[in-house]
C-alpha cells in the first residue's frame, strides 16, 4: 500500500482535527515507513510535529529561488560546511526538508545518519504560497530544535526574515532576534555566532 492509497480521502488541517483518536508519528516510525518504502519520493510529505504533511507543490520561482540560495550559501560557507537543499533535517519530533540549510562537516560524514541540529549552523525557506506556515509552524519547530538561524526567503515581499537567538522557554518556541533584509541590502551568512560573509538578497530572489 502506498501513501496515497492510505491518505485517500483525508486532509490535514491542525486548527480542525477529527473528532476521533488519531496517532502520531515519531521520528523513528517515519523513518522505518520510508525504509519499508510505505512513503517513497512520489509522496510530497514530510514529518513536523508527528504529523505527516503535505508539502506545497514548487512553482518555477520557488525552484529558482531555491537554487539561487543554494549557490549563493556555496559560494561563502567555508571549509568544513556544505550547502544541502530539499534534503531531510533529523529533530526530536519532526523530519523537515527545508529548502536549504549550511551543514557541518562534508557529505560523507552522513553516510548513514542525517543531520541533527547540533550539525546545523542555519537552516532557509523558501516561502510563497508557503509563507504563513513557514513563518508560524516551521519557526515554531526549528525554534524548538534550537536551529541557531533561521531564513525565509519571502518571495511575496521580495525580502529575507531572519530569525535568531532561539528561545523555547515560552507557550510556543520562538526566536528572540528577528530582523528584515530588503531587496537592495545584504544578508549575514553567520555560523556558530561568527559573521563569514554577506550575500545581496538581490542574488538570492528571482
Known amino acids: 500500500m502506498s501513501l496515497a492509497d492510505f491518505t485517500s480521502g483525508f486532509s490535514f488541517d491542525k486548527a480542525a482535527l477529527p473528532p476521533v483518536q488519531v496517532w502520531r508519528l515519531s521520528v523513528d516510525q517515519y523513518e522505518e515507513m520510508v525504509r519499508a518504502g510505505i512513503l517513497t519520493e512520489d509522496d510530497p510529505v514530510e514529518l513536523l510535529d508527528g504529523w505527516l504533511v503535505p508539502k506545497m507543490p514548487k512553482k518555477p520561482l520557488h525552484v529558482l529561488a531555491t537554487e539561487l540560495v543554494r549557490d549563493a550559501l556555496a559560494k561563502v560557507v567555508p571549509d568544513g560546511?556544505?550547502?544541502?537543499?530539499?534534503?531531510?533535517?533529523?529533530?526530536?519530533?519532526?523530519?523537515p526538508e527545508p529548502d536549504a540549510m549550511v551543514v557541518r562537516g562534508s557529505r560523507r560524514d552522513y553516510l548513514d545518519r542525517l543531520p541533527g541540529p547540533a550539525d546545523v549552523a542555519s537552516v532557509v525557506?523558501?516561502?510563497?504560497?508557503?509563507?504563513?506556515q513557514d513563518r508560524k509552524f516551521k519557526k515554531?519547530?526549528?525554534?524548538?530544535?534550537?536551529?541557531?538561524?533561521?531564513?525565509?526567503?519571502?518571495?511575496?515581499?521580495?525580502?529575507?526574515?531572519?530569525?535568531?537567538?532561539?528561545?523555547?522557554?515560552?507557550?510556543?518556541?520562538?526566536?528572540?532576534?528577528?530582523?528584515?533584509?530588503?531587496?537592495?541590502?545584504?544578508?549575514?551568512?553567520?555560523?556558530?555566532?561568527?559573521?563569514?560573509?554577506?550575500?545581496?538578497v538581490r542574488d538570492l530572489l528571482p
Open 81 to 95: 560546511w556544505h550547502v544541502n537543499t530539499q534534503e531531510p533535517l533529523r529533530l526530536l519530533t519532526s523530519e
Open 125 to 132: 525557506e523558501v516561502a510563497d504560497t508557503s509563507l504563513e
Open 140 to 200: 515554531a519547530i526549528y525554534a524548538g530544535a534550537a536551529v541557531a538561524v533561521y531564513w525565509i526567503v519571502n518571495l511575496i515581499e521580495r525580502r529575507v526574515e531572519v530569525f535568531s537567538s532561539p528561545n523555547a522557554t515560552g507557550a510556543e518556541p520562538g526566536y528572540d532576534q528577528h530582523h528584515i533584509v530588503a531587496s537592495g541590502d545584504e544578508v549575514a551568512v553567520v555560523i556558530a555566532g561568527r559573521d563569514i560573509g554577506r550575500i545581496a
